[in-house]
């Protein structure tokens, strides 16, 4: 079966740094996703990771652990348009993401 | 190149009515999924086309559900008859299976049935 946790609720202030985590377990692994959803829209793509590591782009980078079925998202230089819902996803063998609940991150000034 | 197009945006209907979500993938991606999002949720997948043909319809809820894709360029959720705890947002997304498996979501239906 697929199951994929990350916290619920966060709180950060704005220009500081934020860190999502995420933990999955899954029949078939290929690849990590994460996806920003502001309120009302839909969910965007962020970023991709398939293999072990620290994959960059701006303010915002993506880690993968695939031993410890772990991954996170860092923000970092909060700004107040980061307040969203983070969703992560895992890439089954089959092609098909499975979403998390999502981690709603409200950035306070 | 146009992103997923979903219609229609928002519906309100009855009890008991049939609903038709409709939904135009990105031209060229030969995968294609409807999810519904609510609140207590989260996003589930409720069925998985890959070259027009249903993949995975587990996440289907019900028989009060079904979906079709008649060509690539096309498919429907449909549900009949409609309920309550039906209201959510149907999103349609599609993606092309040789690249990564990103997802391209449209816009998503906010269904309301009363």
């Known amino acids: 079966g697929q199951n994929i946790d990350q916290p619920t609720e966060m709180t950060a202030t704005e220009g500081a740094i934020v860190q999502i985590n995420c933990t999955y377990q899954t029949s078939g692994f290929n690849g990590l996703f994460w996806y920003q959803q502001h309120a009302g829209e839909a969910p965007t793509f962020l970023s991709y990771?398939?293999?072990?590591g620290l994959e960059e782009k701006g303010r915002f980078s993506s880690f993968l652990s695939r031993s410890k079925g772990y991954s996170y998202l860092l923000l970092k230089e909060l700004q107040m348009k980061d307040s969203a819902s983070y969703l992560c996803a895992a890439n089954n063998a089959g092609n098909m993401l499975t979403f998390g609940g999502g981690t709603r991150l409200m950035v306070k000034p | 190149d146009a992103g997923v197009i979903q219609s229609p945006r928002h519906e309100v209907t009855e009890m008991g009515q049939e609903v038709t979500l409709r939904c135009k993938p990105i031209s060229g991606h030969n995968s294609l999924f409807w999810y519904r999002q609510t609140m207590m949720r989260g996003l589930e997948l409720l069925i998985y086309f890959n070259n027009n043909v249903p993949i995975d319809d587990s996440g289907m809820p019900e028989d009060r559900f079904s979906a079709k894709m008649p060509n690539a360029s096309f498919s429907t959720l449909k549900i009949q008859p409609s309920e309550p705890r039906d209201s959510a947002v149907y999103f349609c997304?599609?993606?092309?299976?040789?690249?990564?498996?990103?997802?391209?979501f449209g816009e998503g239906s906010r269904l309301t049935v009363l």
């Open positions: 990771n398939v293999l072990d």
């Open positions: 997304a599609s993606s092309f299976t040789r690249n990564t498996g990103e997802l391209f």
